[in-house]
DNA sequence: TTGTATGCGTTATCAC
DNA sequence: GTGATAACGCATACAA
C-alpha cells in the first residue's frame, strides 16, 4: 500500500482534505483531529510528495546552483554554504558544473523549466561578457550572482571585494619596491578577471607606473598548469617580473610550483600572491599569500538573498559585499 | 499563456494526448502531424513539465549523490564524473553533503521519499560500520556505492582497488629498508579506513614485521590540520616513523607540511606516500608521492552502474574493481 | 492514427 | 471544522 495522503486519511477516518490542512494550516483543525493524524504521520514517517505539491502550488523548494567546477575547493565550499543554509529552509540544491556540461549554459535554462527551479544561484563569473546579458534576460525566476558581476543592474549579487582584494595586493607589491610585476589572470573575457585587471591598472595609474603588457598572461582559473606555463612564459620575458599577482590560489600555486623548479628563491627572486585562500594555500611550502575570501559565507548569503527574494514579493534588490584579508604568508 | 500540451496541442489543432506521443512514441503519430506538432514545440522551445511527468510515470530521472563534504578535490571530481553522466542520459543529480547537513544521514533518506529520486550514489565511506547496514535498509530504491564497502551483498559498488593501493605502498616502504613506518588513517570506524588498516597490516605480516600500535593516528579525511597535528604526535615518539603512510592526499599534504616546519628533509629524513592523486599533489613542492585513483572515472560508472540498475529489469549486481596506480614523486 | 477519459498526490475552493 | 471536488501537466488504457 502506497504511504500517501490517502491511506494517512483511511487510517485517521477524516478526508484528504482535513490531513492537508492538518499538516499545513493546523490552526483550521480541531485539535483533537489533528492530533490523531499527526501522530499517524509520526508513526507512518510521511512526508508529503513533493511533486505532487510542486504541480499543486508551483512551488518546488528546488535551487540550482551553477559553478564552472566542482574540482576547486573554492566552488566547493561555496556549494557547501549554499547547500547547508537551503536544507535548514527546506530547500533543495541542484548543482550545475557547465564545464561538465559542455559549456552548454543554455541548456541548464532549458532544463530550469524542465524542473520547475524556483531560483538560481549563478556563480563562477564563467559567463562571458558576451553571452552574459542574453542569457540572464532569458531566465524569468529570480537570480542571485555570486562573483560575478555587480554592475547588473535588477539582480541581487553576493561578491567579494575583489576589487579592494586586487589593490591591496598591489599596493603591498609596489611599496615593497616592487617594478615589475606580472599578472597571472583569468580567461580574457570573464567579468572577473576583468573588474581585477582594471583594479591593478588603476593602482599602477596611482602609482605613475606602468603595466607592461607583456606581463599579463590569461590562464584557466581551475588549472594549476596554466597557472605553471604562464610562470614560465612570464620569466622568459627580457624584464621577468620580481612579483606575480595571480587571481586565484589554483593559479598562483601552479605558478609557485613552477618558479620552484625554475630554481627560484621565494620570496627574495619572486613574490607571489594568489586569491581565494583556499585551505591549501596556508598548507602549501612555502605558503601562500593570498587575499582571503569567505566562501563558505558566500554560499550561505546568496542562498538567504535568494530565498528572501522568493518568500517576500517585495524584498529589495541587494548587492552584497563581503570584505577581503590581504594574508601575507611565506611567499611576499 | 502557460506554455504546456494544452497549448502546443491547441495549436496544432490536435489533442494532448497527440502531443505526448509525437515526444514520447513519435512512430504511433502521423509523419504529418508529427512535424507539425514537433515544429511548434521547437518553436517554443517547449519542454514538458518534469514534475507532472514524475508524477504521471513515477520516474522523476532525479539522482542523489551522497557526499561528506565538496570541500575536497576528490569528491568534487567524484561529483562532476557523476554530473557529466546523468546529464547526458537526461538525468539531473542532486547533492547531499553530510556535512553541512549536519551529519544528518537519515535525514537525506526523507528528503529521497519526498523528492522521488530514483537512485541513489553513496560516497565517501562517511558512513560508519554500526550504522550502516541500518541505513541501508531503509532505502527501497537501488544504491550504487562508492569507494565504499564492497562486501555488502545485493549492492553494486565501485571502489578503487585500495587494498591494491595500499599493499603496494607499504610494501615499497618497507622495501627502501623503512622499518618504522607511522599510518595517518582516516577516522577509526570508517569502512575504508578500516580495510586499508588491514592492508598494512598483512603486508607487515607478510614482512614479519611489527606495526607499532603508536605509529597509528586516526584523524580526518577532510583535515588538512589533522594530518599535521598526526605527524607532529608521531614524531614525538621515543622510536619516530621514518616514513609514513596517510589515507588520503590532504592528511598527507597536512603531514608534510609540519614535517618540513619541523625541519625534516624529505624524502631523506621522511618519506610520505598519499592517496588519492588531487591535483594539487603533483602540484605541492615537493611533488607528493601518492596511490592515484581515477576520481572522475569513478563518478562516471557509478552513474553509468546506477542507470543499468534503474532501466534493465534484470541488471546484474555489479562490482567494479577499479585500478590503482602507485606514483612516485618526490616525497619517496 | 487520433481523441476521450482517468489517474498520479497534492492543494485550494467551495459548500456543508 | 470538515468533506467533496477541481486543478496542476502529463501519460496511457481504452474507444473510436
Redesign the interface.
Known amino acids: 500500500m502506497p504511504i500517501n495522503m490517502k491511506s494517512i486519511a483511511a487510517q485517521a477516518g477524516v478526508s484528504v482534505a482535513t490531513v492537508s490542512r492538518a499538516l499545513n494550516r493546523p490552526e483550521m483543525v480541531h485539535p483533537a483531529t489533528r492530533e490523531k493524524i499527526l501522530a499517524i504521520v509520526e508513526d507512518l514517517?510521511y512526508?508529503?510528495?513533493?511533486?505532487?505539491q510542486?504541480?499543486s502550488t508551483g512551488k518546488?523548494k528546488l535551487i540550482a546552483l551553477v559553478v564552472p567546477?566542482?574540482?576547486?575547493?573554492f566552488?566547493?565550499?561555496l556549494?557547501?554554504?549554499c547547500?547547508?543554509y537551503l536544507?535548514s529552509e527546506g530547500y533543495?540544491?541542484?548543482?550545475?558544473?557547465y564545464?561538465?556540461?559542455g559549456h552548454k549554459e543554455l541548456g541548464i535554462i532549458?532544463?530550469i523549466?524542465?524542473?520547475?527551479i524556483e531560483g538560481l544561484i549563478l556563480s563562477g563569473s564563467g559567463f562571458y561578457l558576451d553571452t552574459y546579458q542574453e542569457m540572464l534576460n532569458k531566465i524569468k525566476i529570480p537570480v542571485v550572482l555570486v562573483e560575478n558581476s555587480p554592475e547588473t543592474t535588477g539582480i541581487s549579487s553576493v561578491y567579494i571585494d575583489d576589487v579592494a582584494g586586487m589593490t591591496m595586493a598591489a599596493q603591498y607589491l609596489i611599496n615593497q619596491g616592487h617594478k615589475q610585476i606580472g599578472i597571472i589572470a583569468g580567461p580574457e573575457k570573464m567579468l572577473t578577471t576583468d573588474r581585477r585587471i582594471k583594479a591593478v591598472r588603476n593602482v599602477f595609474k596611482d602609482y605613475h607606473l606602468n603595466l607592461n603588457e607583456k606581463h599579463v598572461i590569461f590562464g584557466e582559473y581551475a588549472s594549476?598548469e596554466s597557472g605553471?606555463t604562464a610562470l614560465q612564459k612570464l620569466m622568459k620575458n627580457r624584464k621577468p617580473p620580481t612579483a606575480i599577482l595571480a587571481f586565484n590560489d589554483i593559479l598562483a600555486?601552479?605558478a609557485?610550483?613552477a618558479a620552484?623548479q625554475l630554481g627560484l628563491k621565494i620570496p627574495k627572486d619572486l613574490a607571489i600572491i594568489g586569491f581565494d585562500d583556499i585551505?591549501?594555500a596556508?598548507?602549501?611550502?612555502p605558503?601562500l599569500s593570498t587575499i582571503h575570501s569567505p566562501s563558505l559565507d558566500l554560499g550561505k548569503h546568496a542562498a538567504r538573498l535568494l530565498l528572501e527574494k522568493l518568500t517576500e514579493a517585495d524584498a529589495p534588490i541587494k548587492k552584497m559585499l563581503l570584505p577581503v584579508e590581504l594574508i601575507l604568508r611565506e611567499t611576499t
Chains 1, 2 share one sequence.
Open positions: 514517517n512526508a508529503p510528495n513533493r511533486f505532487a510542486g504541480l518546488t567546477t566542482l574540482n576547486n575547493s566552488f566547493g565550499q556549494a557547501d554554504g547547500q547547508s536544507i533543495n540544491l541542484i548543482i550545475y558544473s564545464e561538465e556540461y532549458h532544463d523549466d524542465q524542473r520547475m594549476l605553471a600555486i601552479g609557485l610550483k620552484i585551505p591549501m596556508a598548507y602549501y611550502s605558503a
